[in-house]
């Protein structure tokens, strides 16, 4: 199965209509004709069959506060597989291939929010941090908030360890 990489800025209208359609039959209309739920990505990783995207996946690099520090992140976000296509591991392909992209970064963690089995499979661990975030649901920008929900899930690129005492500040949206 072949995983395409495609940089935010070079993704075509068309890419971004079939990725649109791709995530409202994955998850609900918060994502009215974009591509992405709150803010753009920086990368995007697709499986394409006879042209047409059934796979999908965004990361996002940034920089998060952890306690006092600041910490290089990437953010997995939009992950969605066709409804006709799923239990095939088109999600569990494109994990791999975000997992060594993110390799080559210099992100200290890969973070996520979400909760389903493929995660923990792959080595994500949730984690039960207190998140301040800008709230954007609906790409417009609210009030801040916090929550610890138990949807944040982390993954230790390197030796550093995740501490889930600390505060978590996102210095933006989720995603
Ligand atoms: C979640 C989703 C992307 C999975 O796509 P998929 O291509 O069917 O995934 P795969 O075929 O690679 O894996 C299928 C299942 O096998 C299991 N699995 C795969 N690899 C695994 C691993 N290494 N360890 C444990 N379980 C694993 C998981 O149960 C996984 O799906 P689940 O996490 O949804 O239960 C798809 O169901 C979907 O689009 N759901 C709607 C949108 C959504 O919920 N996105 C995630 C938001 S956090």
Request: proline share 2%; glycine share 8%; charged share 25%.
């Amino acid at each position: 199965m072949q995983v395409e990489r495609i940089e935010e800025m070079r993704l075509t209208a068309d890419d971004e209509v079939q990725i649109n359609a791709l995530i409202l039959a994955a998850f609900d209309d918060s994502f009215g004709d974009r591509s992405f739920h709150q803010q753009r990505h920086h990368v995007r990783l697709v499986v394409r069959e006879a042209n047409e995207i059934i796979g999908h996946m965004a990361i996002c690099y940034r920089v998060i506060r952890l306690g006092t520090q600041l910490v290089t992140v990437a953010g997995l976000a939009e992950v969605a597989t066709s409804p006709s296509r799923r239990g095939k591991g088109i999600a569990g392909a494109m994990l791999t291939a975000a997992i060594t992209e993110v390799e080559r970064t210099r992100a200290k963690f890969f973070i996520l929010f979400g909760n389903r089995p493929i995660y923990a499979g792959r080595g994500f661990e949730v984690a039960s941090n207190r998140v301040k975030y800008t709230d954007m649901t609906g790409a417009n920008t609210a009030a801040t908030s916090l929550s610890s929900d138990n949807e944040l899930m982390v993954m230790a690129m390197g030796d550093e360890p995740w501490i889930g005492a600390l505060p978590v500040d996102l210095l933006g949206s989720k995603f």
